[in-house]
Antibody
């Protein structure tokens, strides 16, 4: 059974830091690109970051560049998101998801599937 | 950045109806367009990838079409469990923007 289980969310003050984790099972994690996607309360979905299977490529939405760092530990089948200098607008449910793909190079096409259940991050004083 | 304009933002329909949701990209995304379904309090679920490919396990009443900048998600005969929210998403270039969602409501 495929499972992606996020953890590490919580309440943090503006300017603070938080590290999210995503434990993955049932997938060939070390061969998969992975992603973080977030959803502010009552709002739509926003892609946050991608990481290549070997960690050699990382991509971020502009609003988190320089503040968030995506990483992975293939030996532990785990994905991480280190978040620093947090702002109120970073408050959201954060989902980890596999970036599925077809084709040998796994660049195009691509999609998010499956997803974890999400972890809530609230940035507030 | 490529902007994704999804319409309508909400749609009222009845069980058994055929409905279409539209997504327009601000430039060509070469059919790198995905559709997701999200139930309240749950993670999104992939329905359609690459504009028209049905994800394994998704009922055949869901279909996608389109090319260039214009794409559609069609549900051929609405079932009670389909009255939730749908999102399109382009995967052609970063940032991988989503549409703002369509809330499908029971009439």
């Amino acid at each position: 059974e495929v499972q992606l289980v996020e953890s590490g969310g919580g309440l943090v003050q503006p300017g603070g830091s938080l590290r999210l984790s995503c434990a993955v099972s049932g997938l060939t994690f070390s061969r998969d690109w992975m992603s973080w996607v977030r959803q502010a309360p009552g709002k739509g979905l926003e892609w946050v970051a991608n990481i290549k299977h070997d960690g050699g490529e990382k991509y971020y939405v502009d609003s988190v560049k320089g503040r968030f760092t995506i990483s992975r530990d293939n030996a532990k089948n785990s994905l991480y998101l280190q978040m620093t200098s947090l702002r109120a607008e970073d408050s959201a449910v954060y989902y980890c998801a596999r970036r599925g793909c077809s084709g040998g190079d796994c660049y195009y096409p691509n999609w998010f599937d499956p997803w974890g259940q999400g972890t809530l991050v609230t940035v507030s004083s | 950045d490529i902007q994704m304009t999804q319409s309508p933002s909400s749609l009222s329909a009845s069980v058994g109806d055929r409905v279409t949701i539209t997504c327009r990209a601000s430039q060509s995304i070469r059919s790198y367009l995905n559709w997701y379904q999200q139930k309240p309090g749950k993670a999104p679920k992939l329905l359609i990838y690459a504009a028209s490919s049905l994800q394994s396990g998704v009922p055949s009443r869901f279909s996608g079409s389109g090319s260039g900048t214009d794409y559609t998600l069609t549900i051929s005969s609405l079932q009670p469990e389909d009255f939730v929210t749908y999102y399109c998403q382009q995967s052609y270039t970063f940032p991988y923007n989503f549409g703002r969602g369509t809330n499908l409501e029971i009439k």
